[in-house]
């Protein structure tokens, strides 16, 4: 496989309703879309960094700055024989894997329609229909929060994950809880708390929660073990997780029991398949983490959950979940049974709407 040419898109697309998490409130989601063209084929990638750095250092402005002069300029004209010798390719350049990610994304689709294989297919995944449930920002009330959440469970959402802060979050979640006996019930906290808050965490531990998703710093192993050794209930580590030596640290030291596993954070499908082949290996359950992708990241989102670790629903909803329009078609509905359906059609198995793409693009490079 050999690209030849790259287009990159900046976009901004609205969101149906603000998304607040303990580090800010979305309202618009920004992302970049990486289209490559090599041996006759297209190939379409999600760069899934935000506006501002609040999830993680990368924002769409250095996910800009790094494919345009360093990464894409290494990678074009290069063959290689798998998407995953992207890895081989960038070993020069340090650090940011949402971006790294992206160009991954695209070079999958490539692959795929040149193999005639679906991503699912080339992952090792079972394709089907996967479990999903879905990710609630904050509220500006609990009676609000109760109304979201009933809205999503009579939509046929069966697992629910509610964003917490310091000072909205036992109140929140207990009322969840008491409103709702059985739903599949899990709050992330994006890394809000430090060991010194962990009463917070004990209490929640009688409320039958299916994990507790990052609650302290990203870059503190040492204290999330100490926490999960306070607490029955599992400790689900996102953001601390960048690769599978990352997962392996973290399951060595007892930092956690669940792994969320996200391509972008661990710089591509190739290194997400190595956490979740890990993780199986120790009997250890995963789940795919979301980012409020579009249509092209949700589609590989859903190939890489149907590996067969991912034992428990993704945060990967419908596409009415996130946006009125999306850029890529067919647009992505819940079934009866909470699980959406994996793509089955060559790469990413999605078409784009150029239309969409147009609308929503606010700057183009092409190199
Ligand atoms: O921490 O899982 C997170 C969205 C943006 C940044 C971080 C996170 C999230 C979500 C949303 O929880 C998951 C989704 O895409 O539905
Ligand atoms: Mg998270």
Known sequence: MRIQSAELRHLRMGLKSPFETSFGVE????????????????????????????????TTGTAWHVLTEFMLP??????????????QVLRSIRGHPLARAAIEMALWDVHGHAQGASLARLFGGRGGRVEVGVSVGIQPNVDRLLRVVGDYVAEGYTRVKLKIKPGRDMVEA???????????????????YTLEQARVF?????????LIEQPLAEDDLLDHARLQAQLQTPIC????ILSARHARQALELGACRIINIKPARVGGYAEAIAVHDLCREQAVPVWCGGMLETGIGRAANLALASLPGFTLPGDISATDRYYDVDIAAPRFSLNEDSTINVPDGPGLGVSIDLDALDRFTLRRAVL
């Open 202 to 210: 004990r209490e929640m531990d009688g409320l039958g929660l299916l």
């Open 237 to 240: 580590l996102d953001e601390s």
């Open 27 to 58: 309202v618009d989601r920004e992302c970049l879309i990486l289209r490559l063209e090599g041996d006759g084929h297209l190939g379409w990638g999600e760069c899934v960094a935000d506006r501002a750095p609040g999830y993680c250092y990368e």
């Open 74 to 87: 290494q990678m074009l004209g290069r063959s290689l024989v798998s998407p995953a010798e992207l890895r």
């Open 174 to 192: 207990g009322a969840v809880r008491q409103a709702f006996p059985d739903l599949r019930l899990q709050v992330d906290a994006n890394s809000a």
